[in-house]
């Protein structure tokens, strides 16, 4: 029997099994895929990371609790390997721009950063002001420009944030299941049997363990329909479109050295319209050129099969807002681009896990008979907002299942707004 068994090794479950492990706990980590994603929430190479917030805004506090825990794992990795690991192998520092409108969507509170400002950002409230301090045009209608400057806020890379959670895992002993499906899960007095089916030589196994913790994302309902029927109730998957493009190779390489830095600079943007769409860039081909990912927060539709959700293909109506967007981002960072000249390269389905105030759960649950269950915790509803505050989730789920909780008010704070019950 296993102490603790973690179902889903994205960045959630990933972590959290870091810091059982870090703890000294025997962990098992169980994952569908292979180390190397091809579909899932964890897919891709970058995330925004941001540290802007409202007084109090639960994802800046994750975001740069986060980065304290990533750092322990550097300095964990650099001390077991050879291989040389860094922070900046994670993050890439970027200013962050954020475009606020006269009429805004209702945002829980993050227009109150107008008011209230940081001292790690420039703000332009006029075409004039935003052009000079930043070289970019405001946006018709916009009445706000603000750029976040800060280390490590740009965007992460969860692929690689994955990869060395592993490295850390596997430094302590501890296993991981690739290529496993975990077809059900049960409780008896305290003991959790896993039942698991081998995806690549199709061999069913039963684990048992005293601890569980699920993050399988998507799936996490069909998982625990069962046992805990509530989650299906408070957590509801729909799907979100991704786009991913580039610039003409030829018209690239006439832009000047200033243009592509200027480039590289307006990414990542957030855009607070009522779809609420943000950009990044996502990689840089062989070529060096930046491909461009875009999507809408708010750009969601229902899900027929969460199965085979991820190889749904974009419509024509999905890629040309996505194109127009991006368009629109690139003028306003004064760069020549024409619409022949953007090359749409690939789309991708994604699923949020949302729960009814898009807060994610981090937290105990009760099973059918509507007790608590014992040793477990769960994790979901991540809404699409979560890899930016994966070590500071991973953190809190552990604690929880340890029952160790620090003293500190705000991390209180967050356990608290992360809490089954609240929801």
């Known amino acids: 029997m296993k102490e603790v068994i973690v179902v889903g090794a994205g960045l959630m479950g990933s972590s959290a099994a870091w810091q059982l492990t870090e703890r000294g706990l025997d962990v098992m980590l169980i994952e569908q895929q292979d180390l190397v994603y091809n579909s899932g929430s964890s897919l891709g190479e970058a995330r925004i990371a941001r540290a802007l917030g409202p007084e109090g805004d639960l994802w800046a506090f994750l975001h740069n609790k986060s980065l304290d825990e990533t750092q322990l794992l550097i300095d964990y990795l650099n001390f077991i390997s050879e291989e040389k690991h860094s922070m900046t192998d994670l993050y890439t520092t970027s200013p962050v721009s954020y475009v606020f409108y006269e009429e805004e969507p209702k945002l829980g509170g993050f227009e ?54 592993h490295l850390a895992l596997k430094g302590k002993g501890n296993s ?11 409780e008896q007095k305290g003991i959790y049997s896993v039942e698991t089916l081998n995806l690549t030589t ?8 005293s601890k569980l913790m699920v993050a399988a994302g998507a799936y996490s309902g069909l998982l625990l329909k069962n046992l805990v029927p509530a989650i299906n109730k408070i957590i509801k998957p729909q799907r979100v479109f991704l786009s991913f493009f ?59 099969d969460v199965h085979s959700v991820w190889e749904q293909k974009l419509s024509e109506d999905e890629i040309n807002w996505s194109a127009k967007n991006t368009l629109q981002h690139l003028k306003d960072a004064l760069l020549p681009v024409k619409e022949e ?18 807060i994610p759960i981090v937290s105990a649950v009760v099973d059918k008979n509507r007790k608590t269950l014992p040793d477990f915790v769960f994790m979901g509803g991540m809404s699409g907002v979560g890899a930016k505050g994966a070590m500071a989730y991973g953190k809190i789920a552990a604690d929880l299942l340890l029952g160790k909780i620090a003293a500190d008010s705000a991390y209180l704070k967050a356990v608290d707004d992360l809490s089954f019950f609240n929801h």
């Open 112 to 165: 109150s950063v107008l008011d209230n400002r940081s001292e790690f950002c420039e703000y332009a409230f006029s075409d004039e002001e935003a052009r000079k301090k930043f070289n970019m045009q405001m946006p018709a209608k916009a009445s706000a420009l603000i750029r976040e400057f800060k280390e490590h806020s740009g965007t992460l890379d969860p692929r690689e944030l994955i990869r060395k959670l």
């Open 176 to 186: 991981i299941l690739y290529n496993t499906r975990v077809e059900s899960i049960k």
């Open 202 to 209: 199709g061999e069913n196994s039963v684990l048992t363990c």
């Open 246 to 304: 580039k610039i003409n190779k030829k018209v690239f390489n006439a832009f000047t050295d200033e243009q592509k830095k200027a480039l590289l600079n307006a990414y990542p943007a957030i855009y607070f319209t009522p779809e609420l769409s943000y950009a990044m860039i996502e990689a840089v081909d062989t070529d060096g050129i930046p491909i461009i990912k875009i999507g809408g927060h708010f750009c969601r539709s229902e899900i027929e």
């Open 341 to 358: 000249e953007l090359q749409f390269i690939r789309g991708y389905s994604c699923v949020y896990s949302l729960t009814k105030n898009e």
